[in-house]
Antibody
Framework: QVQLVQSGAEVKKPGASVKISCEAS????????MHWVRQAPGQRLEWMGW????????KYSQKFQGRVTLTRDTSASTAYMELSSLTSEDTAVYYC???????????WGQGTLVTVSS | SYELTQPLSVSVALGQTARITCGGT??????VHWYQQKPGQAPVLVIY???NRPSAIPERFSGSNSGNTATLTISRAQAGDEADYYC????????FGGGTKLTVL
């Protein structure tokens, strides 16, 4: 079945970077985009950006522009999200989700908790 | 930037119909998608493009969209429907509503 499996929880210090992976299975990885969405504790879902898994094109939310980098490895059907200059406000669960570029998100990965603490 | 407004909470008696709204300027001109999120779990798509159901979602879930309001309707509500529900549209970026907590009494 179509599935996205993310890497495990991370604990980082302020100022550090984090890189999360999202491995896709059950569909043709390069035919879709991979989006990244985060959810801080008790907060709404927040879109960070997408990568076209076919050609590698990216689009980032203005809020995260300059701090987030999306990449992919087509041979491993895996997408990556790296977020730099972490602060406590980046403590959140980060999700990957597949879609056509500007369509609905389905499926979602299981989420990766990132905790930023000194 | 585009904003979506949802009620913080909606309550429904077991077996009755729940309606969750999502307000936005001229949202009727956009495609609206809905997600269900249970505690500690990832969101799950329940309605796409206003009123379409993924095959795994029960027929009790339906959606509509017109004017400035989109609505997710859950008929014959069950205890297992208790969750947070989020609406989603595309503007210059993806936009989510603030989420509505559905309680089944």
């Amino acid at each position: 079945q179509v599935q996205l499996v993310q890497s495990g929880a991370e604990v980082k210090k302020p100022g550090a970077s984090v890189k999360i992976s999202c491995e896709a299975s059950g569909y043709t990885f390069t035919s879709f985009a991979m989006h990244w969405v985060r959810q801080a504790p008790g907060q709404r879902l927040e879109w960070m950006g997408w990568i076209n898994a076919g050609n590698g094109d990216t689009k980032y939310s203005q809020k995260f522009q300059g701090r987030v980098t999306l990449t992919r490895d087509t041979s491993a059907s895996t997408a990556y999200m790296e977020l730099s200059s972490l602060t406590s406000e980046d403590t959140a669960v980060y999700y990957c989700a597949s879609s056509y570029l500007r369509a609905w998100f389905d499926p979602w990965g299981q989420g990766t908790l990132v905790t930023v603490s000194s | 930037s585009y904003e979506l407004t949802q009620p913080l909470s909606v309550s429904v008696a077991l077996g009755q119909t729940a309606r969750i709204t999502c307000g936005g300027t001229n949202i009727g001109s956009k495609n609206v998608h809905w997600y269900q999120q249970k505690p500690g779990q990832a969101p799950v798509l329940v309605i796409y493009r206003d009123s379409n159901r993924p095959s795994a979602i029960p027929e009790r879930f339906s959606g509509s969209n017109s004017g400035n309001t989109a609505t997710l309707t859950i008929s014959r509500a069950q205890a297992g429907d208790e969750a947070d529900y989020y609406c989603h549209v595309w503007d210059s970026s993806a936009v989510f509503g603030g989420g509505t907590k559905l309680t089944v009494l």
